[in-house]
């Protein structure tokens, strides 16, 4: 809770915002389409990697926020903690710099790790460039290089939180028809003079230009007032279901919809099947069609992370990670280096990026052989020299194709032991590296940055008064008893059964977690390529109680459950729930004479009236949607009545702790409540005395 400029989430036209900026964008934009295309036909041996810098702290609210206590001079010893104050005592012995060394597991936190981390943040894709493009076919559809090209050239140097792309021909997705002109609200960000959207990364080699996305790309935002990024604010309109639907072949990432290509008709495409013998692969366009449909059916801001074959996307969350763990959703990311968070890193950049990372645990996962599953996704990739022709063994054509020969994926990855079974640590086996580097230097230097984010300040006008009092209604409704500490989070998971929320999601990996092995990981001591015999470490599970991770899993819950999230950025986390159900803009709620709030925008509550319609959630009405009774009802009426958010198990219910009249609390003392969460910014009071 501290003072600057309030954040409200309104929209800003390019033409609103910024005038000061100098409007240079068109020439360079368009020397760099015609440079592109230059090599395109030309420079089939050249390489061009579209610069993407780390962005100027100048050009952040990094700058005008405080950090969260620093970690600089301690240790992480695969998610035990070792303070700077006891590593300097340490390290004065022998066993002391043993303890602490790499070969056992520990990651100093300094500078140059802070340093890689950022930089990895916006950068690092680990190659899956080659994935989105050459198989999924990214840049093939109407959001392409050249319309996304032309709409930046519009900005003219101006910042914008949601590109509108102009689709360039008639087309067909999921069954919906998009006319040639219009424009698609796509929710990607682009900083100020700016060629690329955030967390975006362009290459041209051997003739072919590709794209591949850094966590960036979700994780990070430009603010709609000031244009300025916000590190780790989860980019909350970010239509990622009409950015894949888009694509030519985004049946390459059906387990991320509730799409089972096995049970759709054969098409005309044969192959060499697991036991040998030639077998028909279901309809590449039948599959094409049906998960094109569950992705238009994600509301924006949200991305399935399950890969089960359930159509369950979730909210983008944010990178403020400081002691808000476990991570995930479930909880599910619980064990190992930074408390879990190196395990969420790690998953962003397998499963979520690349498919063929599942392909050696189809079978025991979804049920469908390596064979069979690796040519639902190969069968009508973009690039040819990636297409599966007629009649061959998939996973035979994928080892002659795959870019990183040697390891089971497209990806930059390791497998950990025990693959292809995987572990609470990594949950498909495999943890995202690079060659040269040591094991998960990457994935670690990025947990350790995030773990330095923190929302920006909040208000201007702070009524110190009102704050007091709603910290003391926060607590007197108990709201303390789980969202507690100095990140309001108790780090518990509970139980569905209990908070009642939307079930789809809460037992999601429980299919994973039936092939667990024991978790254990490679040193980062060691370098990749890995040596022939490396060493191996014991993952510690004893950083997260046993019951936790079960009910993360659904192990002895059938259940499951979900993680008691940090309150930290309230304000710039709207939508609200792991669903992002809870919404409402700004005009959907009045006061009436009494104080207390009605709807008077009906058509604007819930994730139906809100980001369904690109209309951005306010975070107080939406707030208070959460927490009133009356609201909430007819708002999740309103989500279910969305046949959409039906199709994607979004609808807001549950978490039924209440701070209404109901509950004995006034209009007054809701707004006072209200008020206090929203000032848990980048320097959050407890102000209970």
């Known amino acids: 809770m501290s003072s600057s400029n309030k954040l409200e989430p309104v929209e800003s036209s390019p033409e609103s915002s910024l005038e000061s900026h100098p409007k240079r964008l068109p020439v360079r934009a368009i020397a760099l389409l015609l440079s592109l295309i230059f090599f395109g036909f030309l420079g089939y041996q050249a390489e061009l990697v579209l610069p993407m810098r780390t962005p100027n702290l100048s050009s952040t609210y990094t700058p005008v926020t405080q950090a969260p206590p620093s970690s600089l001079g301690s240790y992480d010893v695969l998610g035990h903690v070792v303070s700077a104050s006891d590593a300097e005592q340490l390290l004065q012995t022998e066993a002391g710099k043993e303890q602490l060394s790499p070969e056992q597991g520990a990651v100093e936190i300094n500078q140059d790790l802070l340093t890689l981390g950022r930089d990895s943040f916006y950068r690092e894709t680990f190659g899956n460039e080659r994935f989105l493009t050459d198989v999924v076919g990214a840049l093939d559809g109407p959001i392409n290089l050249a319309s996304i090209t032309k709409a930046i050239v519009k900005l003219a140097g101006q910042p914008t939180t949601n590109l509108q792309v102009a689709v360039d021909r008639d087309v067909t997705l999921g069954g919906r028809e998009f006319k040639a002109g219009t424009l698609l609200n796509t929710g990607l960000d682009i900083p100020a003079r700016s060629l690329l959207p955030l967390g975006m990364r362009t290459e041209l080699s051997q003739g072919k230009v590709r794209v591949g996305i850094t966590c960036a790309f979700c994780h990070a935002a430009v603010d709609r007032q000031t244009g300025k990024i916000l590190e780790g604010a989860p980019n909350n309109d970010l239509d990622t279901g009409l950015i894949l639907a888009s694509a030519s072949n985004s049946a390459a990432m059906f387990r991320h919809t509730g799409i089972n290509p096995t049970q759709l008709q054969f098409g005309d495409r044969r192959y060499i099947d697991a036991q040998g013998n030639e077998a028909q692969l279901p309809d590449a366009k039948a599959v094409e069609d049906a998960v094109d449909a569950d992705f238009l059916s994600w509301a924006p801001g949200n991305f399935d992370s399950t890969g089960t074959m359930t159509n369950n996307p979730s909210q983008n969350p944010s990178s403020y990670t400081f002691e808000a763990y476990p991570y995930g959703w479930s909880g599910h990311s619980a064990i190992g280096w930074f408390h879990g968070l190196t395990t969420l890193n790690s998953n962003v950049h397998a499963t ?11 079978q025991a996962s979804l049920g469908i052989d390596k064979e069979t599953y690796l040519g639902i996704l190969l069968q009508n990739a973009s690039n040819p020299k990636f297409r599966l022709p007629d009649g061959v063994n998939p996973a035979e054509f994928f080892d002659q194709i795959d870019p990183t020969p040697g390891e089971p994926a497209i990806n930059e990855v390791i497998r950990m032991p025990g693959y292809p079974k995987g572990s609470p640590f990594m949950l498909d086996g495999l943890m995202a590296s690079s060659p040269g580097l040591p094991v998960g230097q990457q994935l670690n230097a990025m947990s350790a940055w995030q773990n330095t984010l923190a929302p920006p300040p909040y208000s201007e006008a702070q009524n110190l008064q009102q704050l007091q009092q709603g910290a003391k209604v ?44 024991a978790p254990k990981t490679y040193p980062n001591g060691e370098s990749v390529p890995l040596p022939e015999n490396p060493s191996i470490l014991p993952v510690p599970t004893d950083i997260t109680p046993k019951s936790d991770q079960q009910r993360a899993f659904a192990l002895n819950d059938s259940s499951g459950g979900y993680k008691v999230p940090s309150l930290i950025g309230l304000a710039v986390t709207a939508p609200y729930l792991h669903d992002g159900g809870v919404a409402a803009s700004s005009e959907a709620l009045q006061p009436d004479v009494t104080g207390a709030y009605q709807i008077t925008q009906a058509d604007q509550i819930g994730m139906a009236g809100t980001l369904m319609q690109h209309v951005l959630p306010d975070p107080a009405a939406s707030l208070r949607m959460l927490v009133d009774r009356n609201l909430r009802k007819p708002m999740i009426e309103a989500n279910r009545a969305n046949a959409d958010l039906v199709r994607s198990n979004i609808d807001g219910s549950g978490h039924e702790y209440w701070i209404d009249q109901a509950a004995g609390f006034t209009p007054e003392e809701q707004t006072a409540a209200i008020e206090f969460m929203l000032s848990l910014d980048d320097d959050p009071q407890v102000l209970l005395n």
């Open 352 to 362: 979520n990026s690349d498919t063929t990372t599942g392909a050696d645990g189809s």
């Open 474 to 517: 926060f607590d007197r409704a108990g709201c303390a008893e789980c969202h507690s500490g100095r990140t309001f989070t108790n780090h518990h998971v509970i139980s569905q059964q209990e908070v009642k929320t939307q079930p789809s999601r809460a037992p999601a990996l429980k299919v994973f977690a039936k092939s667990f092995v």
